[in-house]
Nanobody, 126 residues
């Protein structure tokens, strides 16, 4: 059974930093694109960062570019999201996601991902 388990969320003041982790089990994802999404109540789930397999090509939307970094440790089957200069509008539940297809590019849409974690709350106070 595949599981993605996020950790590292919490309450932080504006301008602070958090590092989220997503540990995968049940299969390895070293050849699969992975991503982080976030969602606030009443809004669509939106992508925060994505990382491809192999050379680790990354994608960030303009809303977070320069403030977040996605990385992966294939040996640990874990993906990370380092978030700096956090803003109150970054408050959301953050989800880890993985594509099922091997050797496929990362996607930017929720529909591109097949496995999801349960989410971790990030709250940024002003």
């Amino acid at each position: 059974q595949v599981q993605l388990v996020e950790s590292g969320g919490g309450l932080v003041q504006a301008g602070g930093s958090l590092r989220l982790s997503c540990a995968a089990s049940g299969r390895t994802f070293s050849r699969n694109a992975m991503a982080w999404f976030r969602q606030v109540p009443g809004k669509e789930r939106e992508i925060v960062a994505a990382i491809g397999w192999g050379d680790g090509m990354t994608y960030y939307p303009d809303s977070v570019k320069g403030r977040v970094t996605i990385s992966r440790d294939s040996a640990k089957n874990t993906v990370y999201l380092q978030m700096n200069s956090l803003k109150p509008e970054d408050t959301a539940v953050y989800y880890c996601a993985a594509r099922n297809l091997y050797d496929a590019d990362y996607g930017r849409s929720r529909a591109d991902y097949d496995y999801w974690g349960q989410g971790t709350q990030v709250t940024v106070s002003s």
